[in-house]
């Protein structure tokens, strides 16, 4: 097995779920242009560097596989990106080890699976991975890491008891995992999966499905952490509601105990959360014409401040969600939501929505308009990540409608701004984006489409700025 597949493994400890309810077709109707997203206070006190080492190296995930399967395959590895200490010095910067609560020594993977990533060979903690490829089933992975585990520990041992309730599931639950194109990735179906098998009330093992998961793996981009303190909500839908704490840690529903345990668990992302609070958008590392971009501040001003706001000195960020109607792309990711009510009245049922801090899932018919901060690094765009550059998503006509990226960060396009890539004829072959894939379209948002003569490219010198 090559590391790389088993990092990805450690990551995706599942479910699964084996009742489908197929999707409804029909559009949603919304006679509404915008919401303003109102603001909820947040706990903005933690401490940063504690929220650092939290994040990268706390057990909140609560289960995983035993250390001492990878132990020796990664002996001679060392984690020189954030040069943790101890066992984890000999971890990718995705993976932890935690000592479970009976003690055994179990490897999982943390945030920083899906929330660092590298541009042009930059390695940024908080930037979405750009890289992730979910086409493949890891099932028969999966089943690996069961045979291991199962001839190296005693059945009676705390390894197998920490790894028991998932591990037998692991294997039935990847290919309800396994994604249409590459580059998306799947969490909320993890989420989904995660809670099916959760009491609400008291958070324990629960045994039995507690709803039904429709029978489309539903995937998106990553989006950057440095965006959570502009926010009023989060996720593309801006479902997210409340008090952030409890958003961030819905992870833990893999392997937390019981609401205790969950508290202990909260406590600790007051410090992650004052983290993203500290972090920056990156730097535009090459050098930008100062007239352009100011020609191009004003081309901003008149067609997209009105949703993304303002940058610089007078910053404002609105924090509007725009109708699925009005921004014109694909709507299928927030129709999932509205058709899809297990999750979010789990949720809303649970102990994340009814104990303080209080949280919620609104799922509204509409995407967030992001903040747009270090835009510059966080292709491809659009919440389904169909879209390469900045220059495409501009003019709606230029977008490739079958397009291959090459697989390495170093492959920047600095004049389109996004990934170098290839239009293709066919959606074959290896890494290829297929846009006429439900929930893959890269239609609308055509507010650049109107832009005329070099309005475009002076725009584009802006954004490098943000
Ligand atoms: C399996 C990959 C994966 C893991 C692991 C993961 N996330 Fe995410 N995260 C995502 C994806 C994909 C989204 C986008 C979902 C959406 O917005 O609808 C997201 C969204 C978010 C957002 C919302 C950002 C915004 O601008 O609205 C926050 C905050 C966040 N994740 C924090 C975390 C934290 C904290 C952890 C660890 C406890 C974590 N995530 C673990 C993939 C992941
Ligand atoms: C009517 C509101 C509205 C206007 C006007 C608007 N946008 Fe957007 N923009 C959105 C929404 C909503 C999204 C998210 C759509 C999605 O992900 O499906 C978005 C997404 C984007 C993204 C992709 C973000 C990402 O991380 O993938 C960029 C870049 C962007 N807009 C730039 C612009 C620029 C530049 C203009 C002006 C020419 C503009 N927008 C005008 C609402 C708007």
């Given at each position: 097995m090559?590391?790389?597949?088993?990092?990805?493994?450690?990551?995706?400890?599942?479910?699964?779920?084996?009742?489908?309810?197929?999707?409804?077709?029909?559009?949603?109707?919304?006679?509404?242009?915008?919401?303003?997203?109102?603001?909820?206070?947040?706990?903005?006190?933690?401490?940063?560097?504690?929220?650092?080492?939290?994040?990268?190296?706390?057990?909140?995930?609560?289960?995983?596989a035993p250390?001492g399967l990878v132990e020796k395959r990664?002996?001679?590895?060392?984690?020189?990106?954030?040069?943790?200490?101890?066992?984890?010095?000999?971890?990718?910067?995705?993976?932890?080890?935690?000592?479970?609560?009976?003690?055994?020594?179990?490897?999982?993977?943390?945030?920083?699976?899906?929330?660092?990533?590298?541009?042009?060979?930059?390695?940024?903690?908080?930037?979405?991975?750009?890289?992730?490829?979910?086409?493949?089933?890891?099932?028969?992975f999966a089943l690996g890491i069961n045979v291991m585990t199962k001839l190296k520990y005693r059945k009676r041992s705390?390894e197998r008891?920490?790894f028991q309730?998932?591990g037998k599931?692991?294997?039935?639950?990847?290919?309800?995992?396994?994604?249409?194109?590459?580059?998306?990735?799947?969490?909320?179906?993890?989420?989904?999966?995660?809670?099916?098998?959760?009491?609400?009330?008291?958070?324990?093992?629960?045994?039995?499905?507690?709803?039904?998961?429709?029978?489309?793996?539903?995937?998106?981009?990553?989006?950057?952490?440095?965006?959570?303190?502009?926010?009023?909500?989060?996720?593309?839908?801006?479902?997210?509601?409340?008090?952030?704490?409890?958003?961030?840690?819905?992870?833990?529903?893999?392997?937390?105990?019981?609401?205790?345990?969950?508290?202990?668990?909260?406590?600790?992302?007051?410090?992650?959360?004052?983290?993203?609070?500290?972090?920056?958008?990156?730097?535009?590392?090459?050098?930008?014409?100062?007239?352009?971009?100011?020609?191009?501040?004003?081309?901003?001003?008149?067609?997209?401040?009105?949703?993304?706001?303002?940058?610089?000195?007078?910053?404002?960020?609105?924090?509007?969600?725009?109708?699925?109607?009005?921004?014109?792309?694909?709507?299928?990711?927030?129709?999932?939501?509205?058709?899809?009510?297990?999750?979010?009245?789990?949720?809303?049922?649970?102990?994340?929505?009814?104990?303080?801090?209080?949280?919620?899932?609104?799922?509204?018919?509409?995407?967030?308009?992001?903040?747009?901060?270090?835009?510059?690094?966080?292709?491809?765009?659009?919440?389904?990540?169909?879209?390469?550059?900045?220059?495409?998503?501009?003019?709606?006509?230029?977008?490739?409608?079958?397009?291959?990226?090459?697989?390495?960060?170093?492959?920047?396009?600095?004049?389109?701004?996004?990934?170098?890539?290839?239009?293709?004829?066919?959606?074959?072959?290896?890494?290829?984006?297929?846009?006429?894939?439900?929930?893959?379209?890269?239609?609308?948002?055509?507010?650049?489409?109107?832009?005329?003569?070099?309005?475009?490219?002076?725009?584009?010198?802006?954004?490098?700025?943000?």
């Open positions: 090559k590391n790389k597949t088993i990092v990805l493994l450690l990551l995706l400890l599942i479910f699964a779920c084996n009742t489908y309810k197929n999707l409804p077709t029909s559009s949603t109707d919304t006679d509404w242009i915008y919401e303003e997203i109102p603001a909820t206070p947040q706990a903005v006190n933690g401490d940063v560097e504690r929220g650092f080492e939290y994040i990268s190296s706390g057990n909140y995930v609560g289960t995983g250390y990664f002996a001679k590895y060392q984690d020189t990106l954030l040069n943790r200490a101890g066992d984890n010095f000999h971890l990718p910067y995705s993976q932890t080890v935690f000592e479970a609560e009976n003690g055994a020594k179990i490897t999982t993977g943390t945030c920083f699976s899906c929330h660092a990533g590298r541009i042009d060979g930059e390695f940024i903690a908080g930037l979405g991975d750009n890289k992730g490829d979910f086409r493949r089933n890891l099932g028969i705390e008891e920490v309730p998932y599931l692991l294997r039935k639950g990847m290919k309800y995992i396994v994604t249409p194109n590459p580059m998306v990735n799947p969490a909320f179906r993890l989420e989904e999966g995660y809670a099916c098998f959760r009491d609400p009330v008291d958070l324990k093992y629960a045994g039995k499905k507690q709803y039904d998961m429709p029978d489309y793996v539903l995937a998106s981009d990553v989006p950057p952490l440095w965006h959570v303190k502009k926010k009023n909500a989060l996720y593309y839908n801006g479902m997210g509601r409340g008090d952030f704490r409890k958003q961030f840690m819905q992870a833990s529903l893999a392997g937390v105990r019981d609401t205790v345990q969950a508290r202990e668990i909260l406590n600790n992302f007051e410090d992650v959360l004052a983290w993203m609070h500290s972090l920056e958008a990156p730097k535009y590392p090459k050098s930008i014409d100062a007239d352009m971009a100011e020609r191009g501040q004003a081309v901003f001003q008149e067609h997209c401040t009105r949703c993304h706001g303002y940058y610089g000195e007078e910053e404002d960020y609105p924090n509007k969600l725009i109708s699925l109607e009005k921004v014109g792309t694909d709507p299928f990711y927030a129709q999932y939501f509205m058709r899809n009510d297990g999750l979010s009245d789990w949720y809303n049922a649970s102990w994340y929505a009814n104990s303080a801090p209080y949280s919620k899932h609104e799922p509204k018919a509409g995407y967030v308009a992001p903040p747009l901060d270090g835009i510059w690094a966080t292709a491809p765009y659009l919440h389904n990540a169909s879209v390469p550059t900045l220059e495409d998503l501009l003019n709606s006509k230029q977008r490739p409608k079958y397009w291959k990226r090459v697989w390495d960060s170093r492959a920047y396009d600095y004049e389109k701004m996004g990934w170098q890539y290839e239009s293709v004829d066919k959606p074959k072959g290896k890494y290829v984006y297929d846009t006429t894939l439900q929930g893959y379209g890269n239609q609308g948002h055509t507010f650049g489409d109107e832009l005329e003569g070099d309005e475009r490219v002076a725009l584009i010198e802006y954004l490098k700025t943000l």
